[in-house]
């Protein structure tokens, strides 16, 4: 839905420079920001980055992503706490629930493009909601609660503030850097060549539903890695990670920082998690609040935050 | 001897030095109280501001004021959303010092709100939520639930109801914490007392539509359809029940758990008749109506319900407790609260067991005909009074572990 | 008591007619999507916050005006209908040059807008309304007590859609309307006003949630929450029924909500999510649905 052109040596060096800072903000934050604050921010900053790397630059417009975030932190939470798992291990079968969900999914999501594609991701969210509601294992209503969080590598406690909040940014960073390689990589290429012109580019001898299928599946196991480690920094899964108000959510911070930007879904993430926390006490204005940003972004603002900002700096962030 | 009296004075001036400000020992020297419940949604009149009323006149009857002792009330809703209510306590723990939580109604979240606050060291004072769990397996040394439990409701309401003839049931449950619990409690006297279910049917919580569901109900052909849910899904499920002609076809509903205010919504036309089971109504005696008179200046109008007399009853305590135990480290605190008997005007003379269980009278309760109701609010009538120690479930029954 | 499968027929029966009942509601709230998406090529996610306010707007007729459910039946949808024309001229036309799914993205902000504002003002749980004196009561049908109302809606429903579908495939303006779906240059060119036609047709969609919104005030309490859980359900019905298509979304509306009511009786777990499952059933051997056309 966006056109951000290849990149160039100038361009890598600007969002290099913005790393750094980010890098440096995140190292800082936890001296002055309550770090369970900040450490939701990178969770939903992850989720945001995966999310976008299927609409801004597979231009594929997922309306359920909330299954992944909430099926993978329902997976991580029973490991940690009925399987016992370490914290490592029940973070990465989280997110090896999400990859194979995020195959089935994509498999009969992909038959369809543009706005049917929109409203079966959305369906079939909606139904994984539903399991989540019944199944017996993820406690319905109640959720799963009392995670532990566990000693990483059977060490660290992760029950310190600090400690957990290390494994988080490395989650995350790990995660966002993932997401850069595979962006600026040939795969990438052909993924922003299939969202300009797919047909071309099938005739140019690529497979575009493998393609699709591919940034779906990476997209949705990313999301789930940010999922799978909120579980265990919250020590709960619930509901409402699995609801179509969740996928929403996602929707909106990466469109509000800037879709098909690559620090966009962060910022709109942190900017859309700020909010709600100051604007708590109001109740149901938050989300007042964030309709009107839609409808603004949608209107007036559809570059995002960082899309503006690239645009003037005249490079792509 | 001059040196001894010199030592004698340092020591005098240096004990009242100590001394200082009546409640130094309190952390920050606020005590600060959290009350969190629902504010919007299908619990809000149950719970809802008027907990937060109850609340501080609770303050100022304790007389905080007069004693030097800086209380401050925060609240919040937490939507019934185990998540949000456990951000928003653990945000109040660890940045705004937030020393107790009272009230959270809606079972799920009052769990996770006891797991926390043990982790965290501070109190959890429960008034709104019923799952027997809360003083079950789930017990805390940090925790102690006030007001009523689904035992509670299941004995006095359940085996009033089988002893009257009701010896077949259908439920139907609100499918999270709260429900399940209720339906368990209330399937077990049942059985004990020589009944049978003939089935359970789970709807979501909260519900809207339960026509499918009482059908089901109403072809068990169970003589009582027994509704283990609260608030709004009541409501609804009564007023449901009479469109589709359940009553009328013989079969009865018992409300598992029914509020004054819940009975405000039906209206007595629709309600009368009903029978439950609580522990507190504001037509009891004179101390209990001197308070009500208060409360409802205070509260719009609308009358308390047990819930927001178990804020009142509990945040007194609290603060009766602090000021034995000289300090507001929760552990301590509820540690000091179990030691003392309780007494208050709205639940009288009462104590709180080692599972956190508050002891106190029950009261089986019907609803009036419209004719009998001679003022606002006069719905009920007291049909027995239930002690305390049948009241509730005895002490070697919870799977506590903290009772050995 | 006769018994069909081991269930009797008493609860078989009394479930395929609260199946139809809620079939209805799919029927007719896929019905204004369909004609929505047919001409405007958006999918109007604003349509649950539209059917809740056609609620609001009668319970607010009733205890603010004194008018009953009659005159709100008739009101409701004009005055709903109205906000939707100016939400379409407003906004959504802006959007016509662009990708739509951004026409998706806006309508999905404004039913956050909606639900918010009215949840902070009613709060989430229901407002009672008071179910119109006349329908009251029910019919013994022996297997099962039938609400009248209950009946009513049906009834009601399926005038109103076949009413719809009628205007829309026999009449002039339908036709007029059909072949601005597809190629609205050559219809303006021929003199017609097409922008306004899409306005129009909007409004009527919307006209169409806020009725059923109206039909579900007595039974369903009327609460901000109301559309929201609902609209993806209908989501899925389209999907089924193929977009687009008319006569596609009432029957698989109808028939829908009665394959629901089957699985309530027979398999009750799964009565939330049979028709998620349809759908990617659908979806696997005929993705333009049972009665699309593939676009």
Redesign the interface.
Known sequence: MSTAPAASSGDLRAQRVAFVVMVAVLAVAPLVIYPVFMMKVMCFALFACAFNLLIGFGGLLSFGHAMFLGSAGYASAHAAKVWGFNPEFAILFGTAVALVLGGVAGLLAIRRQGIYFAMITLALAQMIYFVALQAKFTGGEDGIQSVPRGRLFGVIDLSQPLAMYALVTVVFLAGFLLIWRVVHSPFGQVLKAIRENENRAISLGYDADRYKLMAFVISGGIAGLAGATKAIVFQLASLTDVHWTMSGEVVLMTLLGGLGTIFGPVVGAAIIITMQNYLAQLGAWVTVVQGVIFVICVLAFRRGVIGELGNRLKKPL | MRTTFKLAAWAAAAALACAGPAFAQVSDGVVKIGVMNDMSGLYADVTGPGSVVAAKMAIEDFGAARKGMKVEVVSADHQNKPDVGSTIARTWYDVDKVDAIFDVPTSSVALAISQLTREKGKAFINSGAATSDLTGKACSPNTIHWTYDTWMLANGTGSAIVKNGGDSWFFLTADYAFGHALERDTEAVVLKNGGKVLGKVRHPFPGSDFSSFLLQAQSSKAKIIGLANAGGDTINSIKQASEFGIVKGGQKLAGMLVFISDVHGLGLNTAQGLIYTETFYWDLNDQTRAWTKRFVAQNNNKYPTMVHAGVYSSVLHYLKAIEAAKTDDGTKVVAQMKAMPTDDPLFGKGSIRADGRKMHNAYLVEVKKPSESKGPYDYEKVLATIPAEQAFRPLNQGECPLVK | MTEIFGV?T??LF??LL?GL?NGSFYALLSLGLAVIFGLL?I?NFTHGAQYMMGAFVAYLMLNKLGLGYWWALLLAPVVVGVTGVLIERL?LS??YKL????G???T??????????F??EY????Q?YQMPGELTG?Q?LGF??L?N??GWIIGASLLVCLATWYVIERTKLGSYLRAATENPQLVQAFGINVPLMITLTYGFGVALAAFAGVMAAP???V?PQ?G?DLI??V??V??IGG?GSIMGAILTGFGLGLIE?LT?VFY??AS??VI??I??IV??IK?AGLFGVQK
């Open positions: 009797p008493q609860a009394g479930q609260i009942i090529n999918i906004m802006r959007l990708d739509h799914l951004y998706l993205l806006l999905f902000g404004l039913a956050l807008i909606i639900q918010g504002l949840r902070n709060g989430s749980s229901g009672p029910a013994n099962m007590f609400p109302y209950r039974i369903y309490q609460s109301m929201a993806i359900v989501f899925a389209v999907v977009m009511g309530k009750p777990e939330n999510i998620f499952v759908m990617v979806l696997l993705p």
